[in-house]
């Protein structure tokens, strides 16, 4: 379910375990939790949401988006996880925060690619954009992403208007994840693993394989 890095820290939603008699995780939804050193302590909304997908930004440490799986709209939090409003109606597959301009939110639709300049409040159209399912900021470019379309075919470009896009290889089977550093590194996790390239997509390094379902 939606799980995400702030600062030192992990946050995460989604279901308990069947079995699980760890009280941090309340049944049916988690809401939000965190693990520090510490372990895993409960944040907020306990019992009550379970967000498909959360995303922050290094450019405003105390900001939270989520997508909540009981209805669709943009929910957000100012004061890391404690307390949440609910901004934009929005039916999305993923979202993310730009890692400069955290007013900037671009979200991954069935009507295209999306993008916020007002925090998540309201949303536009990516000109040009191509179709994309899973995305991340991407902060070696201004208002950069990175993402994977609905064909594997993994895309590099910004929100910025009048930007072009460009291919950097592509997914292994469907893409659950892609993640971006300020050194260039990108991870993506697909059906073959977890591959990592460090040269702009023209070559991939197999880091962790998934093995075959048997």
Same mark, same amino acid.
């Given at each position: 379910?939606?799980?995400?890095?702030?600062?030192?820290?992990?946050?995460?939603?989604?279901?308990?375990?069947?079995?699980?008699?760890?009280?941090? =995780?309340?049944?049916?939804?988690?809401?939000?939790?965190?693990?520090?050193?510490?372990? +895993? %302590?409960?944040?907020?909304?306990?019992?009550?949401?379970? =967000?498909?997908?959360?995303?922050?930004?290094?450019?405003?440490?105390? =900001?939270?988006?989520?997508?909540?799986?009981?209805?669709?709209?943009?929910?957000?939090?100012?004061?890391?996880?404690? $307390? +949440?409003?609910?901004?934009?109606?929005?039916?999305?597959?993923?979202?993310?925060?730009?890692?400069?301009?955290?007013?900037?939110?671009?979200?991954?639709?069935?009507?295209?690619?999306?993008?916020?300049?007002?925090?998540?409040?309201? =949303?536009?159209?990516?000109?040009?954009?191509?179709?994309?399912?899973?995305?991340?900021?991407?902060?070696?470019?201004?208002?950069?992403?990175?993402?994977?379309?609905?064909?594997?075919?993994? +895309? $590099?470009?910004?929100?910025?208007?009048?930007?072009? +896009?460009?291919?950097?290889?592509?997914?292994?089977?469907?893409?659950?994840?892609?993640?971006?550093?300020?050194?260039?590194?990108?991870?993506?996790?697909?059906?073959?693993?977890?591959?990592?390239?460090?040269?702009?997509?023209? $070559?991939?390094?197999?880091?962790? %394989?998934? %093995?075959?379902?048997?």
């Amino acid at each position: 379910m939606g799980l995400t890095v702030q600062g030192d820290s992990l946050l995460a939603s989604g279901h308990p375990g069947p079995e699980s008699d760890d009280a941090t =995780f309340i049944a049916p939804n988690i809401g939000l939790v965190r693990h520090t050193e510490s372990g +895993w %302590e409960q944040v907020s909304l306990a019992g009550i949401t379970d =967000f498909h997908m959360l995303a922050t930004t290094p450019a405003a440490p105390e =900001f939270i988006l989520g997508l909540p799986s009981d209805r669709a709209v943009l929910a957000a939090s100012t004061d890391a996880g404690q $307390t +949440w409003v609910d901004l934009a109606a929005l039916t999305a597959r993923d979202i993310s925060i730009d890692t400069v301009q955290p007013d900037v939110v671009t979200a991954t639709t069935a009507d295209g690619l999306m993008v916020s300049r007002d925090g998540g409040a309201t =949303f536009s159209p990516v000109q040009d954009a191509p179709v994309l399912v899973v995305i991340a900021a991407d902060p070696t470019v201004q208002e950069g992403i990175i993402g994977v379309g609905t064909d594997g075919t993994i +895309w $590099t470009g910004s929100t910025v208007p009048g930007s072009s +896009w460009s291919t950097a290889g592509r997914a292994t089977g469907a893409a659950a994840a892609i993640a971006a550093a300020a050194d260039g590194t990108v991870a993506i996790a697909d059906e073959g693993g977890v591959r990592v390239t460090t040269d702009g997509g023209k $070559t991939w390094q197999l880091v962790i %394989e998934t %093995e075959p379902a048997s």
